[in-house]
Structures are given as C-alpha cells and as structure tokens.
C-alpha cells in the first residue's frame, strides 16, 4: 500500500498528486512562490539605474559642480583627482559613501539630500568607467 505521506527530504518534501505526478515542496511551500522568490533574489543589487533624464543631470552635475573642485576633466585641483586610474584600486561603495557623506574636515562637502545612494554609486561608476566614455 502505498503511503498518502509525503516523503520529505531534509528541506525539501515530494508529495505525490492524485495523477500520480510528483510535486516537490521546499520548505512546504508552492514550487511557483519559491521560484517568484528564487527570481527576486536574482535581481542585481544596484537594479536602479537613474533615468535617462536624471543621468544627464548627474553627468552635468559631475562636470560643473564636483570638477569646480577635482577639474572639468576630474584631472584634481583642490580636490583629488578622479580619474579611473584613480578610483580603480578603491571599493566604489566607500567612495560612493565618500560622495554622500563628504570628508570632514576637508572641503569635500556631504552630497546627501541632493542625491540618493543609488546616485551617488551610479556617479562613482561613471567616473570608474571615465567620463568620456
Ligand atoms: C568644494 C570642493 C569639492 C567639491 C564641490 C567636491 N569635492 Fe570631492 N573632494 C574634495 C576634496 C578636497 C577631496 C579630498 C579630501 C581629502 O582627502 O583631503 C575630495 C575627495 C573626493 C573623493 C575621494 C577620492 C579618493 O580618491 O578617495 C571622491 C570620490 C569625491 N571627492 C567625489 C566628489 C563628487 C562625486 C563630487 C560632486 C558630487 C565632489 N567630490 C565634489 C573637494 C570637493
């Protein structure tokens, strides 16, 4: 006789449809909300892109406000150069962290309020990629 049971595998339980067909639970729950879960994880931890109109605002903003200090070219001036020879070798989420909360003591003033994390780590990729590309 066979046993209406499911058959549980550590985690992961099989339970057998009336059509004989077999249908494995994780954690007892539907193979469709734990595939919707596995998709969501999926995503990139930076999913969110500025929009192309914002883009071009932080790109504006990067030439005009950030190079009146680090130059138009972001070759340095009063501020540190942030050419992408200068930023590889550095974490981008501590020089976006650098652009949101500025360094006291030294004229690189807080960004926060202006931009949002994703912004600031969106103009960090930029400037590691270099402006003119
Ligand atoms: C008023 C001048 C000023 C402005 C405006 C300014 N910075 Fe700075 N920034 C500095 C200075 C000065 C430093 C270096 C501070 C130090 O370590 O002595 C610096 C440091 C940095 C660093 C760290 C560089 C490294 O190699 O660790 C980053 C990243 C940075 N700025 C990004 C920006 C961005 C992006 C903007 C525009 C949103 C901006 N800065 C605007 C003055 C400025």
Not at 18 to 24: H, I, K, L
Not at 79 to 90: D, I, S, T
């Amino acid at each position: 006789m066979r046993s209406r049971r499911p058959h549980a595998v550590g985690w992961v339980e099989r339970q057998r449809k009336p059509n004989g067909s077999a249908v494995r639970r994780v954690l007892g729950l539907d193979p469709t909300y734990v595939a919707a879960v596995f998709a969501f994880l999926a995503l990139p931890a930076f999913a969110a892109d500025p929009a192309p109109t914002r883009q071009a605002e932080l790109d504006y903003m990067l030439r005009q406000d950030c190079g009146s200090c680090h130059g138009m070219t972001m070759k340095g001036g009063l501020g540190a150069p942030l050419l992408p020879e200068f930023l590889q070798a550095k974490a981008p989420d501590a020089l976006a962290e650098v652009v949101l909360d500025g360094i006291p003591g030294t004229p690189m003033p807080p960004w926060r309020g202006l931009l949002t994390a994703d912004e600031a780590r969106w103009m960090i990729d930029r400037l590691r990629r270099g402006l003119d590309q």
